[in-house]
Structures are given as C-alpha cells and as structure tokens.
C-alpha cells in the first residue's frame, strides 16, 4: 500500500496522468496541424533518448530485436518523424 500512495503523491506533484496521457494522444490526432504533431513526436522522442529509454531496451532484447530498435531511431534521426507521423 506504502508504494502505491507514494506513485499517486508523485503523479499528483507532476500534473498527474491524465495530463500525460492527453498530450501523448494529441501527438497522433489527426486535426492537430501536422507541424505540431510532428512537433510533439520529436519532444516525445527525444525524452525517451534523454531517459536512457533506447540503452535500457536494448539490455532486454536479442540482438535481432536489438538491431531493429535501433533502425527505429536511426530514421528517427534522419528527420523521417513527418512520414511516421503522417
């Protein structure tokens, strides 16, 4: 019971998550101006990279898996966020 009171003081000390969830769904939102969402992917992208989101997955993946991510990010990289994000 302690963990679960200290999760809910900590969503509620940084917005809570509804908020995370609203701004993740209006990345993909097809009325939202297409700069803005491609936008928000970037800053979504980019916290997860600053989040170490890539090297702790990569310790938990074969190296198929592995390389796949990888690919992900690289095309990430090469500015292909338009093309992922429609």
């Known amino acids: 019971m302690r963990g679960a009171l200290t999760s809910a003081a900590k969503n509620s000390a940084i917005g809570g998550t509804q908020h995370k969830r609203a701004e993740n769904r209006s990345a993909m939102n097809p009325n939202c101006p297409k700069e803005d969402r491609v936008q928000q992917m970037v800053v979504f992208l980019d916290k997860k990279r600053e989040d170490g989101f890539l090297d702790k997955m ?16 690289d095309t990430y990289e090469k500015n292909d966020v338009e093309a992922v994000v429609g």
């Open 58 to 73: 990569k310790r938990k993946l074969c190296v198929q898996q592995r390389t796949h991510l990888s690919h992900l990010f």
